[in-house]
């Protein structure tokens, strides 16, 4: 049971360059997310799916894109890569809680992304 | 949204109890209270939340005042390990979904 796996862990990119981070959960969550952190900040959510076949944005979707490819598996892309999205990406995975409201999210290592 | 308050960071000696406080003046009744950590360069951690009563597990214990404006999370017994960054998040599942909302938190720092 590896819970969330993210790979690649690093990542080196030029300006204007494409990427996709991948993510896989092996707890048959609902629910998986993608989170961005920057230095000395909190993270910061940057598109959710509630369950398989749905996608929704967050605060900061902006040159993103996601896909839900399966219940396991929820990547990030980068279309066209900028120096602002220089960061640490998470994905987190969960299910609905009982009551509902009390899901715990399950976090994976993160990719360490550089943007030159 | 309701927002938290945390200092930024706070020291404890190892074996002693570490208390980190949140304040969350603006929270509404549907909202939970959630702690996360976060140590360094790792995924966040989900240590415990609560509604309403004080909650403990085996890695904390949470006590939430009356008037539900502001929490603690205690650390019983801090080892050098607890070193991290502590998140208090007040959540609002019916309206925000499963989305965390992280801020600054607190660096907690576990000295020998």
């Known amino acids: 049971n590896a819970g969330v796996t993210q790979t690649p862990k690093f990542q080196v990119l030029k300006t204007g360059q494409s990427m996709t981070l991948q993510c896989a959960q092996d707890?048959?969550?609902?629910?998986m997310y993608w989170y961005r952190q920057d230095p000395g900040m909190g993270l910061r959510l940057i598109y959710y799916s509630a369950s398989e076949g749905t996608t929704d944005k967050g605060e900061v979707p902006n040159g993103y894109n996601v896909s839900r490819l399966n219940k396991r598996e929820f990547s990030l892309r980068l279309e066209s890569a900028a120096p602002s999205q220089t960061s640490v990406y998470f994905c987190?995975?969960?299910?609905?809680?009982?009551?509902?409201?009390?899901?715990?999210?399950?976090f994976g290592p993160g990719t360490r992304l550089t943007v030159l | 949204d309701a927002k938290t308050t945390q200092p930024p960071s706070m020291d404890c000696a190892e074996g002693r109890a570490a208390n980190l406080p949140c304040n969350h003046s603006?929270?509404?009744?549907?909202?939970?209270v959630y702690w996360y950590r976060q140590i360094h360069s790792q995924g966040p951690q989900y240590i415990i939340h609560g509604l309403k009563n004080n909650e403990t597990n085996e890695m904390a214990s949470l006590i939430i005042t009356e008037d539900r404006k502001s929490s603690t999370l205690i650390l019983p017994h801090a080892t050098l390990r607890d070193t991290a960054v502590y998140y208090c998040?007040?959540?609002?599942?019916?309206?925000?979904?499963?989305?965390?909302?992280f801020g600054q938190g607190t660096e907690l720092s576990v000295k020998p």
């Open positions: 707890m048959n969550h609902n629910s």
């Open positions: 998040i007040v959540r609002d599942y019916y309206n925000q979904g499963g989305k965390l909302i």
């Open positions: 603006t929270i509404s009744g549907n909202e939970y």
């Open positions: 987190a995975s969960s299910e609905v809680g009982n009551p509902v409201g009390t899901d715990t999210q399950y």
